[in-house]
């Protein structure tokens, strides 16, 4: 049976009449568009656009806010259509708007259909059109839906009259709980996706049909046994991981056919003990026949990950000259801020690729990949490794503390060896490069803002001084919770993990129940984690006795656990490093240098105490025009800013009213063009919101 719905889509009447009158497609002008995610299906974050140009950009102004009325993240890339601006808000309502106003034409809200389904961090949405028929696609927890375009009806030919579930079709036991918070690309008849997996979930690419949402091919980037990639594995794998996903997104060549894929690491993140070997397809980019999900070629970029560094950044298709030949590019870049990049067709590597001994394992029962490849070019994107010459130079007491820190807990580089010892890990978890993506020209020229953040890296055991498991319950919060919520249950609030020390004050257990099983925030749905396991963690959080327990194995759990995530910060609260904290970087890849670096970002009290500009750490990504601009928010001092795409000049910023933590998108309605950005905040500890703010030159 389905659930009942209530069509909640608000038309205005006005909106309603252009809806009708105006909503064909003109094929001939796709530059007032911005119909894709990221802008197009080779995600190049580009636009010909010119009307804003290095001339008049300093003359932008608002030229409207739409305020959602939600209050998180949101790091929605805008779509719009002839004239239709279409949004999935912080809460996971998908929106229309007058491009051109701001005017509310219809909504949207999934809750109507399948109540309390969870939430994600929602990036974008996909667009279909047969030149008649157009559609709108979207998720929100594990329900992904059509809509018509033109009113925000559920299309009643997909799925189940109008959505389906994407825990089906995954080649597993049951149907789990799944999401989609980096939207797909239309190929021919096919939107073609990747998933965000619980740990214990293999990943997948998979295409569906556009008009039933019938799955069409599935690619296992967590292959079969027998299945290539298999061999990479140890016995019985499957029972004990999941994951190696495509959370960050795709790109597709729509001439050759084929999508590029980039994944995430296999799961547990921080303990490879039970998935020994080098586990493909984890952390690879992998070339798919975009008309079978059959594999092309790959590249694994981490071997064995132990650090979580997932291929965060979705790849980027370019061209570029070398000798006088054009030659067709994949670029891919990753959280150690290294860019590589290979030929779309062969996939063999434009510049050679190193295998360099990483540190090794201290703990018996983690065995670590002897090496791991880095680019020899273009050369890194940031430093590689935290050092003396790294000391913040904010202050003298920042310089200390900088000394003490690294003196007591060591610092080797990207790889750390798994220890029970605490370490700085620089790069970091967060980058290096992020979601936000990279903008490529068509002169072979990529654009991508970094990270410089170090972080800590340390696991803790799960077993007692002697020997012995600890309670059920803490053991099973150490290994589902700990990493994002921390050992001692302080949270990571600046990552959006709250503390769970107190939870008994704002929530009931039913309510954690119900979190736990549906997820919320940045935390995945929990369905598959039997009743025995979550009743402990409950009772652990509420700290309440343990009962006794029957049929205990003690080997059950990993023996060890990821501490948690926390930054590397000075007294102050300031990046205990030597700034720049955040910039944006173009790099030349017809010759694969770096033709310019600026920080990207200010804490306004540190320059008015005479500190250079600093960057600051930043999550969004940039959009590069005709115009010769590069426009950008990202950063987390709330402003959005432009700057010359030749040089790195910052040419004009203006304040939004949260930080722009989103990748804009450009458009053209009525001669006219806009820049519009999504304002939410939420990153690094900042306010939190939903705004949409667009800008456009005087009348």
Same mark, same amino acid.
């Given at each position: 049976?389905?659930?009942?719905?209530?069509?909640?889509?608000?038309?205005?009447?006005?909106?309603?009449?252009?809806?009708?009158?105006?909503?064909?497609?003109?094929?001939?002008?796709?530059?007032?568009?911005?119909?894709?995610?990221?802008?197009?299906?080779?995600?190049?974050?580009?636009?010909?656009?010119?009307?804003?140009?290095?001339?008049?950009?300093?003359?932008?102004?608002?030229?409207?806010?739409?305020?959602? %009325?939600?209050?998180?993240?949101?790091?929605?890339?805008?779509? *719009?259509? !002839?004239?239709?601006?279409?949004?999935?808000?912080?809460?996971?309502?998908?929106?229309?708007?007058?491009?051109?106003?701001?005017?509310?034409?219809?909504?949207?809200?999934?809750?109507?259909?399948?109540? &309390?389904?969870?939430?994600?961090?929602?990036? $974008?949405?996909?667009?279909?059109?047969?030149?008649?028929?157009?559609?709108? /696609?979207?998720?929100?927890?594990?329900?992904?839906?059509?809509?018509?375009?033109?009113?925000?009806?559920?299309?009643?030919?997909? %799925?189940?009259?109008?959505?389906?579930?994407?825990?089906?079709?995954?080649?597993?036991?049951?149907?789990?709980?799944?999401?989609?918070?980096?939207?797909?690309?239309?190929?021919?008849? /096919?939107?073609?996706?990747?998933?965000?997996?619980?740990?214990? =979930?293999?990943?997948?690419?998979?295409?569906?049909?556009?008009?039933?949402?019938?799955?069409?091919?599935?690619?296992?980037?967590?292959?079969?046994?027998?299945?290539?990639?298999?061999?990479?594995?140890?016995?019985?794998?499957?029972?004990?991981?999941?994951?190696?996903?495509?959370?960050?997104?795709?790109?597709?060549?729509?001439? #050759?056919?084929?999508?590029?894929?980039?994944?995430?690491?296999?799961?547990?993140?921080?303990?490879?003990?039970?998935?020994?070997?080098?586990?493909?397809?984890?952390?690879?980019?992998?070339?798919?026949?975009?008309?079978?999900?059959?594999?092309?070629?790959?590249?694994?970029?981490? &071997?064995?990950?132990?650090?979580? /560094?997932?291929?965060?950044?979705?790849?980027?298709?370019?061209?570029?000259?070398?000798?006088?030949?054009?030659?067709?590019? =994949?670029?891919?870049?990753?959280? /150690? $801020?290294?860019?590589?990049?290979?030929?779309?067709?062969?996939?063999?590597?434009?510049?050679?690729?190193?295998?360099?001994?990483?540190?090794?394992?201290?703990?018996?029962?983690?065995?670590?990949?002897?090496?791991?490849?880095?680019?020899?070019?273009?050369?890194?994107?940031?430093?590689?490794?935290?050092?003396?010459?790294?000391?913040?130079?904010?202050?003298?007491?920042?310089?200390?503390?900088?000394?003490?820190?690294?003196?007591?807990?060591?610092?080797?580089?990207?790889?750390?060896?798994?220890?029970?010892?605490?370490?700085?890990?620089?790069? $970091?978890?967060?980058?290096?490069?992020?979601?936000?993506?990279?903008?490529?020209?068509?002169?072979?020229?990529?654009? *991508? !803002?970094?990270?410089?953040?170090?972080?800590?890296?340390?696991?803790?055991?799960?077993?007692?001084?002697?020997?012995?498991?600890?309670?059920?319950?803490?053991?099973?919060? +150490?290994?589902?919770?700990?990493?994002?919520?921390?050992?001692?249950?302080?949270?990571?609030?600046?990552?959006?993990?709250?503390?769970?020390? &107190?939870?008994?004050?704002?929530?009931?257990?039913?309510? =954690?129940?119900?979190?736990?099983? !549906?997820?919320?925030? #940045?935390?995945?749905?929990?369905?598959?984690?039997?009743?025995?396991?979550?009743?402990?963690?409950?009772?652990?959080?509420?700290?309440?006795?343990?009962?006794? #327990?029957?049929?205990?194995?003690?080997?059950?759990?990993?023996?060890? *656990?990821? +501490?948690?995530?926390?930054?590397?910060?000075? #007294?102050?609260?300031?990046?205990?490093?030597?700034?720049?904290?955040?910039?944006?970087?173009?790099?030349?890849?017809?010759?694969?240098?770096?033709?310019?670096?600026?920080?990207?970002?200010?804490?306004?009290?540190?320059?008015?105490?005479?500190?250079?500009?600093? $960057?600051?750490?930043?999550?969004?990504?940039?959009? *590069?025009?005709?115009?010769?601009?590069?426009?950008?928010?990202?950063?987390?001092?709330?402003?959005?800013?432009?700057?010359?795409?030749?040089?790195?000049?910052?040419?004009?910023?203006?304040?939004?009213?949260?930080?722009?933590?989103?990748?804009?998108?450009?458009?053209?309605?009525?001669?006219?063009?806009?820049? =519009?950005?999504?304002?939410?905040?939420?990153?690094?500890?900042?306010?939190?919101?939903?705004?949409?703010?667009?800008?456009?030159?005087?009348?």
């Amino acid at each position: 049976m389905l659930p009942k719905y209530n069509l909640r889509t608000h038309l205005l009447f006005f909106g309603f009449l252009w809806v009708i009158f105006g909503c064909q497609i003109d094929q001939g002008s796709k530059n007032r568009n911005w119909s894709a995610y990221l802008g197009d299906r080779h995600s190049t974050q580009y636009s010909s656009l010119d009307q804003i140009n290095l001339k008049n950009v300093n003359q932008l102004e608002v030229a409207w806010t739409f305020v959602t %009325g939600d209050s998180a993240m949101y790091q929605t890339n805008n779509l *719009v259509v !002839n004239g239709r601006l279409f949004s999935v808000t912080p809460y996971s309502r998908v929106i229309c708007l007058d491009a051109a106003t701001g005017d509310l034409l219809w909504e949207f809200d999934p809750e109507d259909v399948n109540p &309390h389904s969870g939430d994600a961090d929602q990036r $974008g949405l996909m667009y279909w059109t047969d030149g008649t028929e157009e559609r709108i /696609m979207s998720a929100k927890g594990t329900w992904l839906y059509s809509l018509d375009a033109k009113s925000g009806a559920l299309a009643p030919s997909f %799925g189940e009259g109008g959505f389906i579930h994407l825990g089906e079709g995954l080649d597993v036991d049951g149907r789990p709980n799944v999401g989609l918070n980096t939207p797909g690309y239309i190929y021919q008849d /096919m939107f073609i996706i990747g998933t965000n997996v619980p740990e214990n =979930v293999p990943g997948a690419i998979r295409a569906f049909d556009v008009r039933s949402g019938k799955r069409k091919w599935i690619f296992h980037i967590l292959p079969r046994p027998g299945e290539l990639g298999s061999e990479t594995w140890p016995e019985n794998y499957l029972e004990k991981t999941g994951g190696a996903s495509d959370w960050s997104g795709i790109a597709i060549d729509t001439i #050759r056919g084929i999508v590029y894929t980039s994944t995430e690491t296999a799961g547990p993140d921080f303990y490879g003990g039970d998935r020994t070997g080098q586990n493909l397809f984890a952390n690879s980019l992998v070339a798919l026949n975009a008309a079978t999900g059959e594999r092309l070629w790959h590249h694994q970029l981490v &071997h064995h990950d132990l650090w979580d /560094m997932d291929l965060c950044t979705p790849p980027t298709l370019l061209t570029i000259t070398q000798d006088g030949q054009k030659r067709d590019v =994949v670029a891919q870049g990753s959280k /150690m $801020g290294l860019l590589f990049v290979f030929d779309r067709e062969s996939g063999e590597p434009v510049w050679p690729i190193e295998e360099r001994p990483v540190p090794q394992s201290e703990l018996p029962e983690i065995k670590t990949w002897p090496t791991q490849p880095f680019p020899t070019v273009p050369p890194p994107l940031m430093r590689q490794k935290y050092t003396e010459a790294d000391y913040s130079d904010i202050s003298p007491l920042a310089t200390l503390y900088c000394k003490d820190v690294l003196d007591r807990s060591g610092s080797n580089g990207p790889y750390p060896a798994p220890s029970l010892h605490q370490t700085i890990i620089f790069p $970091g978890y967060d980058g290096g490069m992020e979601w936000g993506g990279s903008a490529a020209d068509p002169e072979g020229i990529l654009y *991508v !803002n970094v990270n410089e953040i170090p972080w800590f890296y340390q696991l803790v055991p799960t077993r007692g001084s002697d020997g012995k498991a600890l309670p059920f319950g803490e053991r099973n919060y +150490r290994v589902q919770c700990a990493s994002c919520h921390g050992i001692d249950r302080s949270g990571y609030i600046a990552g959006g993990f709250p503390e769970l020390a &107190h939870i008994s004050d704002r929530l009931d257990k039913n309510t =954690v129940r119900m979190l736990i099983d !549906n997820g919320g925030g #940045r935390m995945p749905a929990f369905k598959s984690l039997s009743d025995e396991r979550k009743e402990s963690i409950i009772r652990f959080l509420f700290n309440e006795p343990e009962p006794e #327990r029957e049929n205990y194995r003690d080997e059950e759990l990993p023996p060890y *656990v990821f +501490r948690g995530f926390q930054r590397f910060f000075d #007294r102050e609260g300031y990046p205990a490093i030597k700034p720049p904290w955040g910039t944006l970087n173009a790099v030349d890849l017809n010759t694969g240098t770096i033709k310019w670096k600026v920080p990207l970002g200010e804490y306004r009290e540190l320059t008015e105490r005479g500190i250079p500009v600093t $960057g600051t750490e930043n999550y969004g990504g940039p959009v *590069v025009t005709a115009g010769g601009l590069i426009f950008i928010g990202a950063t987390a001092d709330g402003k959005f800013r432009a700057f010359a795409k030749e040089n790195g000049e910052l040419l004009w910023e203006h304040d939004l009213p949260l930080d722009g933590n989103a990748t804009p998108s450009t458009y053209m309605v009525n001669g006219k063009q806009y820049i =519009v950005v999504s304002a939410g905040g939420a990153k690094t500890n900042r306010p939190k919101g939903g705004t949409l703010v667009a800008f456009s030159l005087p009348d």
